[in-house]
């Protein structure tokens, strides 16, 4: 993508378009048609690479039954003239949410429960030493003190 000279939000513009083809890699970029090709075909491997990545995460919490279905879809929550993404389906976005969502609750439990079960610890820290207090008389200018006599 070095080829094409644009920064992540140029490369990520033109991800995200759905009517992305050579042509207007070339007219964004400003490079002949055959870097505009390359850069094309590049982006459409990233676009692949980003579904692997999204399927291997959801792979990872064991929910591969959960359809991903990547297009291109509005994200309610972006702006109103930029919404169209490449992204997941707002379904299986909801559904990851959440299984996300009672997955945390269930953690936040089982911590509640080990925070509950752990013995608690009776002994206290030392604490430092600071010098000019005098720890015998509880004086707390001692040293100022014993410095002006």
Do not use: C
């Amino acid at each position: 993508m070095r080829e094409l000279w644009l920064g992540l939000t140029g490369i990520y513009n033109l991800f995200h378009a759905r009517a992305l083809t050579p042509e207007l890699v070339a007219k964004i970029s400003r490079k002949p048609a055959d870097v505009a090709q390359a850069g094309y075909e590049r982006l459409l491997e990233l676009r692949r690479l980003h579904v692997a990545l999204d399927s291997a995460v959801r792979d990872a919490y064991g929910w591969q039954d959960l359809d991903l279905g990547h297009d291109f879809f509005e994200v309610e929550t972006l702006p109103e003239k930029d919404r169209v993404r490449f992204t997941i389906s707002p379904t299986a976005r909801r559904e990851l949410l959440r299984r996300l969502l009672v997955l945390n609750h269930e953690r936040a439990e089982a911590e509640k429960l080990q925070a509950a079960q752990a013995p608690k610890s009776t002994a206290k820290k030392a604490g430092k030493r600071r010098p000019g207090v005098d720890v015998q008389t509880g004086e707390l200018f001692g040293e100022l003190q014993r410095s002006e006599s």
